[in-house]
């Protein structure tokens, strides 16, 4: 569907950002670039719908080379999702969602039709929400219609440059899993780009993990798990396994009379099991080290530094 042949880019400033990628993305996948910051993701995918124009190589899609494309069908037939909300907004989410099948000329009737039931797809009901401006949206709902504009003109391709990573963890696991329910129905070909390991093995029926503009390795989520090709790939999957260290459950004492003088104590030593048996009891300890104050641990704070940990796909280590 979209194949990449020994494509690199160079940009005026002599910035060598991908370097001969070879890569073949399959109709109907969902297909995640992750990567280090500046390893090439964003470039890789611009050069997609030719925001980006690529130095070297050939892009085909369904065997035509992109640059053979009209460049405004080609634009129009790929969904584009950004990383910042990019709502137009003085225009309403109807006219947002409606850019794209304006600019094809649908007619009045079918546009209305189409933004209706997207916007149902993604449990926003039309009457509430057709007319409201983006600002009177949250984040999530702003960032669920831009997924939703890319959607409008029913384009085989979407592409989308780390869309959640704004979000709150909960938004985020929401939209995860609208654009997987959507892509598993309506069997898209996406190219997502993520910092973000955790979504990738979510998301991803194949991850492509991009370092200094090369590809390093490319396979399923399960491949990555049980056969990283090196220790930089076994690193980036692993990087969400670290312990949870007990300094990082502390808040630092800045007043010492807060600490009530009955206040449980525990060594900065102590393992995490303790610390949380002790915290059933009591909604604060303190910890020390040598003989020293060093902070305290409430209970709300530890929760929420936990629950923060888990959902990053952290594990408990003792
Ligand atoms: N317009 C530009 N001119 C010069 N260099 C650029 C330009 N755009 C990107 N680069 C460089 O190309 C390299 C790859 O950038 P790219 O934006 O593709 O990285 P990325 O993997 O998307 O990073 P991030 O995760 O930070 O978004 C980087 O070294 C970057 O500084
Ligand atoms: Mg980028």
Not at 170 to 179: A, M
Not at 272 to 296: R, Y
Request: hydrophobic share 40%.
């Amino acid at each position: 569907m979209i194949r990449f042949e020994h494509v690199s880019k160079q940009f005026p400033n002599g910035t060598l950002a991908v370097k001969s990628l070879d890569l073949e993305i399959e109709k109907g996948e969902f297909f995640v670039l992750i990567g280090p910051s500046g390893s090439g993701k964003t470039t890789t995918l611009k050069m997609i719908n030719r925001l980006i124009e690529l130095s070297k190589g050939w892009v085909r899609i369904n065997g035509k080379k992109i640059s053979d494309y009209d460049i405004h069908e080609l634009r129009w037939d790929i969904g584009y999702v950004l990383q910042q909300i990019a709502l137009f907004p003085h225009m309403t989410i109807a006219e947002n969602i409606a850019v794209v099948p304006e600019l094809k000329n649908w007619d009045k009737k079918r546009i209305r039709t189409r933004v209706d039931e997207l916007l149902e797809m993604v449990g926003l009901d039309p009457k509430e929400y057709r007319n409201r401006k983006p600002h009177e949206l949250s984040g999530g709902q702003q960032q669920r219609v831009g997924v939703l504009r890319a959607l409008a003109a029913d384009p085989e391709i979407i592409l989308m440059d780390e869309p959640f990573s704004a979000l709150d963890p909960f938004s985020r696991e929401k939209l995860q899993d609208d654009v997987l329910e959507i892509q598993q129905r309506l069997k898209k070909t996406i190219v997502f780009v993520t910092h973000d390991m955790r979504e990738a093995l979510k998301l991803g029926d194949r991850i492509c993990l991009m370092k200094d503009g090369e590809i390093v390795q490319v396979g399923t989520p399960h491949a990555f798990l049980t056969n990283p090709a090196n220790d930089f790939v076994r690193e980036f999957v692993g990087n969400k396994q670290v312990p949870v260290r007990l300094e990082e459950l502390m808040v630092p004492v800045t007043d010492e009379q807060a600490i009530l003088p009955q206040t449980k104590t525990v060594s900065l030593q102590a393992p995490l099991a303790e610390v949380f048996e002790q915290l059933a009891s009591f909604e604060q300890i303190a910890v020390e080290d040598g003989g020293k104050m060093v902070g305290v641990i409430n209970r709300p704070h530890a929760m929420k530094v936990m629950s923060q940990y888990l959902r990053d796909g952290g594990r408990m280590h003792e």
